[in-house]
């Protein structure tokens, strides 16, 4: 499709004898094209599109067909399908060239039905890990009993997860058409998407900077200030997401900015994907030297203050490697034949969708204060029930029948 521009005589051709449906010689078809030409005097030169489509030198007032990209964003198109794209009469292309007949397929039907089992496993996914979301926020926003610095922590990393995974349920609504008239509202989208990308992964230092600080370093709690943390794990990923989101504005305002420009703007996104690698890194040094300590220092200590880090330390240890597994799998698909590519799609369909609720279930529901404070209110609940039972019950017992006649009897004999 690339090299279409070198032979645009030619591809005229065959244009025309798919617009007007002609059957004729091709020697024919290009004395029509020069008649064209030499009757208007005006034409449309040849350019390419934001997609890279090129289109070739045209006569004015024709509508030109060529078939779709086989493939774009990672997606493999049927090429069987047109894009067309009118010159209009004063010898300019119209404004944005049509690929509403441009569908995403898959190389075969086994193929197509493993992606749409994929993509049900993947709405599924997010839908169960944003109710475990919603509850653990709403676990941590009632007990109040538990909000310490380690659980606010939690409680922000739960935070972002639900933000992520709302505005992940946006992301459908972008289709090739809004992505091609590169509408404001989902450059915003794509926008928030990815700064709440970045403040899972901000959190997730935000929790192994305060463990490896507590356990490591052997700092007291008290000398920790929230507003930092606060800053680390929110104000940064906006400054981030900001310059990030001025480059493209400048340099590369195309397709909602989606994907990657092959030229020289290329590493644009690095501006946000390289931070959130480097704290992948030093979340894992992190994470070896608090191992390194708790097989040494902490292990003959049965407070339970150490064993609440040794139960963080752990639901660090299986959450770290997961967002840093899915992440490189979100950027780097191993797969090269069909069975490899059906692996990966299943694996990162799954891994993507269920992080919030891994999440949920080892910062929240097997955390020990949070199962302790929840069983405390529920036998302080039970308790208030029992005893509004019990008193309702002896309100409602009715004065027995000797008690009133002893009662009237002293009334009496007084009088």
Request: proline share 3%.
């Given at each position: 499709m690339r090299s279409g521009c070198k032979h645009g005589t030619m591809l005229l051709v065959q244009i025309l004898a798919v617009v007007q449906g002609h059957s004729l010689a091709s020697e024919s078809l290009l004395c029509e094209a020069e008649s064209l030409f030499n009757s208007t005097g005006v034409s449309c030169n040849a350019t390419r599109d934001s997609i890279g489509t090129c289109w070739p030198y045209s006569p004015a007032g024709t509508l030109v067909l060529l078939p779709c990209p086989e493939s774009f964003n990672g997606l493999r198109y049927d090429s069987s399908k047109s894009v067309f794209r009118e010159c209009l009469a004063n010898g300019l292309w119209a404004q944005r060239s049509n690929y509403s007949l441009c569908l995403p397929i898959i190389e075969s039907k086994k193929n197509s039905c493993y992606y749409n089992v994929a993509q049900i496993i993947n709405y599924v996914g997010h839908c169960i890990s944003l109710?475990?979301?919603?509850?653990?926020?709403?676990?941590?926003?009632?007990?109040?009993?538990?909000?310490?610095?380690?659980?606010?922590?939690?409680?922000?990393?739960?935070?972002?997860?639900?933000?992520?995974?709302?505005?992940?349920?946006?992301?459908?609504?972008?289709?090739?058409?809004?992505?091609?008239?590169?509408?404001?509202?989902?450059?915003?989208?794509?926008?928030?998407?990815?700064?709440?990308?970045?403040?899972?992964?901000?959190?997730?230092?935000?929790?192994?900077?305060?463990?490896?600080?507590?356990?490591?370093?052997?700092?007291?709690?008290d000398k920790f200030r929230k507003w930092l943390?606060?800053?680390?794990?929110?104000?940064?990923?906006?400054?981030?997401?900001?310059?990030?989101?001025l480059m493209k504005q400048h340099y590369e305002n195309k397709e909602c900015w989606f994907g990657e420009d092959p030229g020289t703007y290329k590493y644009i996104d690095y501006i946000y994907q390289g931070p959130i690698i480097l704290v992948l890194l030093v979340n894992f040094v992190f994470l070896f030297n608090i191992v390194r300590i708790l097989m040494t220092k902490l292990r003959a200590s049965k407070t339970s203050?150490?064993?609440?880090?040794?139960?963080?330390?752990?639901?660090?240890?299986?959450?770290?490697?997961?967002?840093?597994?899915?992440?490189?799998?979100?950027?780097?698909?191993?797969?090269?034949?069909?069975?490899?590519?059906?692996?990966?799609?299943?694996?990162?369909?799954?891994l993507m969708s269920f992080q919030g609720f891994f999440i949920s279930v080892f910062y929240c529901f097997l955390n020990g204060e949070v199962r302790?404070?929840?069983?405390?209110?529920?036998?302080?609940?039970?308790?208030?029930?029992?005893?509004?039972?019990?008193?309702?019950?002896?309100?409602?017992?009715?004065?027995?029948?000797?008690?009133?006649?002893i009662h009237s009897l002293k009334r009496n004999t007084s009088v």
């Open positions: 109710v475990a979301l919603v509850m653990a926020f709403v676990i941590f926003w009632c007990l109040r009993s538990i909000r310490c610095l380690r659980n606010t922590i939690h409680w922000n990393f739960v935070t972002t997860f639900i933000l992520r995974n709302t505005t992940y349920f946006l992301l459908p609504l972008i289709d090739v058409n809004t992505q091609l008239a590169n509408e404001i509202w989902c450059r915003v989208v794509i926008t928030v998407f990815n700064y709440f990308q970045v403040t899972n992964f901000f959190w997730m230092f935000v929790e192994g900077c305060y463990l490896h600080t507590v356990i490591v370093m052997t700092y007291s709690t943390f606060l800053c680390l794990g929110w104000g940064i990923p906006v400054l981030i997401i900001t310059i990030w989101a203050e150490t064993i609440q880090y040794r139960k963080a330390v752990k639901a660090t240890l299986v959450l770290l490697p997961l967002l840093g597994i899915t992440y490189i799998l979100y950027f780097v698909n191993f797969g090269r034949d069909e069975t490899s590519n059906i692996i990966f799609i299943f694996v990162n369909s799954f302790m404070a929840i069983r405390k209110r529920w036998n302080h609940w039970m308790d208030n029930q029992s005893i509004r039972t019990r008193v309702s019950r002896a309100m409602s017992i009715p004065t027995s029948p000797t008690r009133m006649s």
